[in-house]
């Protein structure tokens, strides 16, 4: 059973879904608690979302899947995700490293980085198994709002097979962890 989900820009879901990234990097939202950001769950579903997502802090390999909302008030979940490595990075040069390895510009990282004056970015690698019929909810305003996590009423979500086979979820943390490493 899985009781949360992730609120995350629609753009880096498809990309998490899709297996063209298993990485994302994250501050929190405006409404999280002062110290920001924690990974308060280790499995939950892709919530995408389409507030606040800004093509100008997309790499633009990943702009062609911006999209508008294909279903306003209806809630698409597409895919469960596991933590693999979860790292805190606290210096900025090791957080503009992971550029390659997620979806968004160096300036985005770095804004997130220093967002409300405190220096840093939890850099979060996922094993993304989409499900076999995403799971659809009408949105309730308890949904609704920048925060990060969201309470589901309980669901057994149908997840497929991982979109990165183990040797590449192993290559990708490995250059995550020598990045953060640096």
Not at 127 to 143: A, G, H, K, Q
Request: include cysteine; glycine fraction near 6%.
């Amino acid at each position: 059973m899985t009781s949360s989900a992730l609120k995350e820009w629609d753009t880096q879901c498809q990309a998490l879904t899709s297996g063209e990234t298993a990485l994302l990097i994250r501050k929190g939202g405006i409404m999280e608690t002062h110290a920001g950001f924690e990974v308060e769950h280790r499995e939950f579903l892709l919530y995408p979302t389409f507030l606040h997502q800004n093509p100008a802090e997309l790499r633009p390999d990943f702009l062609p899947l911006l999209r508008d909302d294909p279903q306003p008030g209806r809630l698409v979940l597409p895919a469960l995700a596991e933590v693999v490595a979860v790292h805190k990075v606290e210096s900025l040069e090791q957080a503009l490293a992971l550029e390659p390895y997620q979806a968004l510009t160096a300036g985005a990282i770095e804004r997130r980085f220093h967002y409300r004056g405190r220096p840093w970015v939890h850099a979060l690698l996922l094993r993304v198994r989409p499900l076999r019929e995403p799971l659809v909810l009408t949105e309730t305003p308890e949904m609704l709002g920048c925060v990060s996590w969201v309470p589901l009423p309980d669901v057994a979500p149908d997840a497929g097979a991982p979109v990165l086979d183990e040797t590449e979820l192993a290559r990708l943390r490995a250059g995550v962890e020598a990045a953060v490493s640096r």
